[in-house]
């Protein structure tokens, strides 16, 4: 089934098993009535700030709209290029490999992210509840938290809370690879 598909599917189960009309998600995200029956129709893949903005709604993180997980398990192996993959069409083309899916409850969500040339996150900053970790492994990232601007390249990490806000984008001239580590949505 196609990415678009899968979480069109999984937008309007959630939302009619909330009881929630289009246009009270609208109000409640932030995101537009149009574009969540677009995703809703499976016509378009939102953005990552678009499906973080849903996801936050109803406290779930953006794996759950990604994800086809049949069944889940305690402990999950999966070797080198047997990984569920998602392809970002919008904005950064980025290609994410989880290492959690499949994981039952998973306090933490971890993918294997490969960003093009020029690939970024939007033009407007993100926000979210939790925590964010970010590995590069290969190329050069700028992320700018608030107004400080961070050049990360092969070897550096950085850590911050979600909540702040956010954005990133490849500078390098060539893909960069990044381990990106996001703790769960707190509800208090």
């Known amino acids: 089934m196609k990415l678009r598909k899968i979480i069109g599917k999984k937008l309007k189960a959630i939302r009619l098993g909330s009881d ?4 009270e998600l609208a109000l ?15 016509l378009t893949i939102p953005s990552v ?12 993180s953006i794996d759950y709209f990604v994800e086809e997980v049949k069944t ?31 994981l039952r409850d998973p306090q933490f969500t971890s993918f294997y992210c ?6 970024k996150s939007g033009e407007h900053n993100m926000y979210h509840p939790g925590d964010e970790l970010i590995y590069l ?10 107004d400080d601007v961070y050049i990360l390249n092969p070897g550096d ?3 911050f809370k979600s909540h702040l806000p956010h954005k990133w984008e490849n500078v390098d001239e060539k893909e960069t690879r990044v381990v990106w580590t ?3 949505f707190t509800v208090i």
């Open 20 to 23: 929630m009309t289009i246009q």
């Open 28 to 42: 409640s995200s932030g995101v537009s009535s149009n574009m969540i029956s677009r995703v809703e129709r499976g």
């Open 49 to 60: 700030e678009i499906l973080m903005k849903l996801a936050r709604v109803f406290e779930k």
């Open 72 to 102: 889940t398990h305690e402990v999950v192996y999966t070797s080198s290029g047997h990984r569920d993959k998602t392809v970002y069409e919008n904005n950064s083309n980025m290609i994410t490999e989880s290492f959690t899916s499949g």
């Open 114 to 119: 490969t960003i093009p040339v020029g690939g």
């Open 137 to 146: 492994l290969q190329g050069r990232l700028k992320v700018t938290v608030i």
């Open 157 to 159: 990490s950085l850590s």
């Open 182 to 184: 996001l703790s769960p």
